[in-house]
C-alpha cells in the first residue's frame, strides 16, 4: 500500500523497501482557473546536488533540453504540456545504484513557462502531486499532494531524495516562491546569463523555511535556503559569452526584428532556458534566413534583447508570432525541396565534423546531436535511424583515421555546394550543435569555416 506524505514528512526508501534499485518519479497537476486565454506550460527538472548543496556539473542539471544527468542514471521523460489528464505530466526514471558517488541530493521541481510575462501562477495549478513507483513492479510506493494553498508562485521545489549513510531517504518540500526556472538554476550554483541585471533576488514565499537538510539529509551542511543565493540573481555573466555572427551580418538586423520593449535589434534566440550555463543547447543568435535549424517550430523556443536583457517567446508578441511562422515555413520549405540522401548525409557529415572537434564524441554528446534531430519538428523529417547510423559511421571514420574522415565527411557536405539554400540550412545546423554545451569554441569555428569553404559560402554570415 502506497504511503501518503505531509509537508515536511521524511522516509527512509530503499530501507523500507528492501532490494529497490531502480524507481520513477511522477510529477501531475491540474490547470484550475481560467489562465486569460493562454494555456500554461509546466515543466519539471532535476537538480542532482554535490555535499555542497549545488550542482557541481552541468550535466546534473536535468530537464527538457537535458533529459539525461548523473552518467545516465537520471533520465526524464520530457515535456507532455498536457497536464495529468492521462495519468503523470512528467516522469523521472532513477536507478539509485549508478548515482555517481559525489552526488548527495536529488531535488525535483516544477517550474511556469514565462510565468510572469503570460501573468500565470501556481495559484491557478491544483491538484499537484509526486509519487514513487517501483521502476521493476510499477507498485506505488509513496505520495505526496502538495495541497492548493499556493498562490502567487511561479517554481516548486516539490521534493527531494537524498542519501542517509548507504540508504536513500526522501523528503516532501513543497516550497514555493517567485523567480522561475531562472531563480532555481541560480540557487543551486548555476550560471545565469543574458538576465536583466536591475532583476532583484528571487525571494522566498512567507511561510516556514524547508526543514529537509537539517538533520541526517547530506553527509554535508544544510542546503542553501530557496531563493536566497549569495550573489544577486541575474548578475551572474558566463565568461564565454559570444555573439557567433559579427555585427553587420547580425539576422536580427536583416530581418527587421526588434526589442519589443527597448527597440533594439540586437537580438538573440535559441530554446526556452538557453541562457543557463553549458546544460542545453541554445544561445543562438538568428541567422542571415530565419532561425537556426531545429529551433523553428520548438513549443520552447525564446527570444532575448542583447541591450535590456528582457525575454520573450513569440505567443507574446502577434509581430513575432508571425515572424516565427514565416521562418518554421522556410525552414520547412527548404527540407522539403532539397529532401534526399545527399542532404540527409551532408548534414549528418556536418554535424560529426563539428562534434568532433575536439576529437572525441562521448555518449552524451552523441545523445544530443541525436536528439536534436528527433525533437524538432523541422528535422524530424529525417529518418532518424538512418541520422543514427550516418553519425556513428561518419565518428568512427574519424576517430580511426582524422585526415581520410574529414576528406570524406567533406566530400558529403561539399555536395550541397550547388544548393545554397540547403547549404546555409546545414551550417545553421551545424552552428547549433557547436553550441550544445554552452560555448563555440574557437576549434568548432574553425571547422565551421572548412565547411563555409566547401560550401563556397562566406563564413562571416554564421560566426564572428
Same mark, same amino acid.
Given at each position: ?9 521524511? $522516509? ?43 550542482? *557541481?556539473?552541468? =550535466? ?73 513507483? =517501483? ?54 550554483? !548555476? ?79 535559441? @530554446? ?27 513549443? @520552447?523556443? /525564446? ?15 502577434? =509581430? ?16 522539403? @525541396? ?26 552524451? /554528446?552523441?545523445?544530443?546531436? $541525436? ?7 523541422? !528535422? ?40 545554397? *539554400? ?21 576549434? *568548432? @569555428? ?19
Amino acid at each position: 500500500m502506497a504511503i501518503n506524505l505531509s509537508k515536511g514528512q521524511k $522516509i527512509d526508501l530503499t530501507k523500507t523497501n528492501p532490494g529497490l534499485r531502480k524507481i520513477i518519479v511522477g510529477l501531475g497537476w491540474s490547470i484550475g482557473q481560467s489562465t486569460g486565454g493562454q494555456s500554461l506550460d509546466l515543466d519539471a527538472s532535476v537538480f542532482l546536488l554535490g555535499a555542497s548543496g549545488k550542482v *557541481e556539473s552541468e =550535466n546534473d542539471f536535468v530537464f527538457y533540453n537535458n533529459p539525461n544527468g548523473g552518467a545516465n542514471s537520471v533520465v526524464y521523460s520530457g515535456d507532455n504540456r498536457r497536464g495529468g489528464l492521462d495519468g503523470d505530466a512528467e516522469k523521472i526514471s532513477i536507478d539509485l545504484n549508478n548515482v555517481p558517488a559525489h552526488i548527495a541530493r536529488i531535488d525535483f521541481a516544477i517550474t511556469i513557462f514565462d510565468a510572469e510575462a503570460r501573468r500565470q501562477n501556481f495559484g491557478q495549478v491544483s491538484s499537484a502531486y509526486v509519487r514513487i513507483l =517501483n521502476g521493476d513492479t510499477g507498485d506505488v510506493l509513496l505520495q505526496y499532494n502538495l495541497g492548493e494553498h499556493f498562490s502567487v508562485e511561479t517554481a516548486i521545489v516539490v521534493a527531494e531524495l537524498y542519501r542517509h549513510q548507504t540508504e536513500w531517504k526522501f523528503s516532501a518540500i513543497g516550497s514555493g516562491f517567485k523567480g522561475g526556472l531562472g531563480a532555481l538554476c541560480h540557487n543551486f550554483g !548555476l550560471n545565469v546569463e543574458g538576465e536583466n541585471s536591475a532583476t532583484p533576488p528571487p525571494s522566498p514565499l512567507p511561510g516556514p523555511s524547508p526543514s529537509y537538510g537539517s538533520q541526517g539529509t547530506s553527509p554535508s551542511s544544510a542546503p542553501p535556503s530557496y531563493g536566497s543565493p549569495g550573489a544577486p540573481y541575474g548578475n551572474a555573466q558566463p565568461g564565454n559569452a559570444q555573439p557567433p555572427y559579427s555585427p553587420g551580418n547580425n539576422g536580427a538586423q536583416q530581418s527587421g526584428l526588434r526589442c519589443p520593449h527597448c527597440q533594439s535589434d540586437r537580438i538573440t534566440a535559441g @530554446k526556452k532556458g538557453f541562457g543557463f550555463g553549458k546544460a542545453i543547447v541554445g544561445g543562438i543568435l538568428l541567422g542571415p534566413v530565419g532561425l537556426l535549424g531545429g529551433f523553428i517550430g520548438s513549443k @520552447k523556443m /525564446e527570444f532575448a534583447c542583447i541591450s535590456c536583457g528582457r525575454r520573450w517567446s513569440p505567443d507574446s508578441n502577434q =509581430n513575432y508570432a508571425r515572424w516565427f511562422e514565416e521562418q518554421r515555413r522556410k525552414t520547412k520549405d527548404v527540407i522539403s @525541396k532539397y529532401m534526399g540522401q545527399d542532404l540527409l548525409e551532408a548534414v549528418v557529415a556536418g554535424c560529426a565534423l563539428v562534434a568532433m572537434a575536439d576529437g572525441h564524441v562521448d555518449n552524451a /554528446e552523441r545523445e544530443k546531436v $541525436i536528439s536534436y534531430f528527433s525533437s524538432s519538428e523541422e !528535422l524530424r523529417a529525417f529518418d532518424i535511424s538512418q541520422v543514427n547510423s550516418r553519425f556513428s559511421h561518419h565518428v568512427q571514420q574519424l576517430e580511426r583515421d582524422h585526415m581520410i574522415g574529414r576528406a570524406e565527411a567533406l566530400r558529403a557536405v561539399g555536395k550541397l555546394g550547388q544548393k545554397p *539554400e540547403a547549404a546555409r540550412l546545414l551550417v545553421r545546423i551545424c552552428c547549433a550543435i557547436g553550441y550544445a554545451d554552452g560555448e563555440f569554441s574557437a576549434v *568548432e @569555428k574553425r571547422v565551421v569555416a572548412d565547411i563555409c569553404q566547401e560550401l563556397h559560402l562566406n563564413s562571416s554570415e554564421f560566426i564572428a
